[in-house]
């Protein structure tokens, strides 16, 4: 794996990164792609995660078990952290025309010229290898259904040059785990894994929204389309419907296993979440956008922490 055009001084910092975290403490050799795979920016494993756990611990509920299957939540955690690193490379490399011209992404390794896209695809092949591993620890309902996934993440990074709506795209690639807990349970989908998955498309919009306003400017100017530049100054009121649905969809797949009263607090707290979210948002602001995307980290573990108290408090009755 080659990288080009390093500096003396070290790979730059990414904007959107964690200022001084580990990463930049790295040796310069491997810090461009620790960089490539965002490994300065966990909140992507987190979003790509919770998902999974959701679907797992709905599961676990459904089925009357004590607790979700701590075997899958391990190795959905690994590839999550696989298939994201995976996923962003694939979106760096389609992208890095584009990135060079965007102030966000200019400094990414693949658009700054620090890694090759050779040396970045051999990189993406070695992490789905991986996440391939990952997979085939589950039944074959599952593994068939985790390769259905691949068709809508190759198309993803694309999306952005012939619609406003890649969130929704991206809505469906990420949301992904919510049908692979239950599946891995079960060896099948019903209703109550679609209701999350639904869910979980919404949220991702929402989420994505926020998060592309930061680039609205440049993207504008270069020709990509988002969310953010259709919603414009009316994003506040979209951010409502998004949630609002995707909380409802949650409570229905809770309701339909038989959740009782802690859950349905939960997803109340969840709720007062993602309207602070909606009420202290700042479109113009790019540090605001970034820190609201950021804290659905906790609009997830509010989730996950809403299911597995539900089925703990019910095993201790």
């Not at 620790?34 to 979003?47: E, K, N, S, Y």
Request: charge should be positive.
């Amino acid at each position: 794996m080659s990288i080009k055009h390093q500096s003396i001084s070290g790979p730059p910092e990414i904007v959107d990164a964690t200022p001084g975290g580990w990463v930049s403490r790295t040796p310069h050799s491997i810090r461009p792609f620790l960089q490539l795979m965002r490994a300065d920016r966990p909140i992507g494993v987190w979003l790509l995660l919770w998902p999974c756990w959701w679907s797992a611990a709905l599961a676990a509920m459904a089925a009357g078990r004590d607790y979700p299957n701590l075997w899958h939540m391990a190795l959905f955690a690994v590839g999550a952290f696989a298939m994201r690193s995976a996923g962003c490379i694939y979106n760096d490399i389609a992208d890095r025309h584009y990135d060079a011209k965007v102030a966000r992404t200019r400094n990414r390794p693949i658009a700054s010229g620090r890694i090759s896209p050779r040396a970045a695809a051999a990189l993406m092949v070695a992490l789905s290898l991986c996440g391939l591993a990952v997979l085939l620890q589950f039944n074959t309902f599952t593994i068939t259904l985790g390769m259905g996934s691949l068709g809508v993440v190759a198309i993803y990074p694309f999306m952005k040059r012939i619609t406003h709506w890649p969130q929704a795209v991206l809505g469906l690639a990420f949301s992904w785990g919510a049908l692979m807990g239950w599946a891995a349970a079960f060896g099948r989908l019903d209703w109550p894994a679609l209701t999350l998955y639904a869910a979980a498309v919404l949220w991702t919009i929402g989420y994505d929204t926020i998060y592309a306003h930061q680039d609205k400017e440049d993207d504008a100017i270069v020709g990509l389309k988002s969310t953010a530049l259709r919603f414009g100054v009316a994003t506040k009121y979209w951010l409502v419907g998004f949630y609002g649905a995707a909380l409802i969809l949650i409570g229905v797949s809770g309701w339909l296993v038989g959740a009782g009263i802690v859950f349905f607090v939960g997803v109340c707290a969840a709720l007062a979440h993602a309207a602070w979210q909606i009420v202290t948002l700042d479109i113009n602001e790019g540090n605001n956008c970034l820190s609201r995307f950021r804290s659905n980290h906790a609009f997830g573990a509010l989730i996950f922490v809403a299911l597995a108290s539900d089925i703990a408090f019910k095993s201790l009755m």
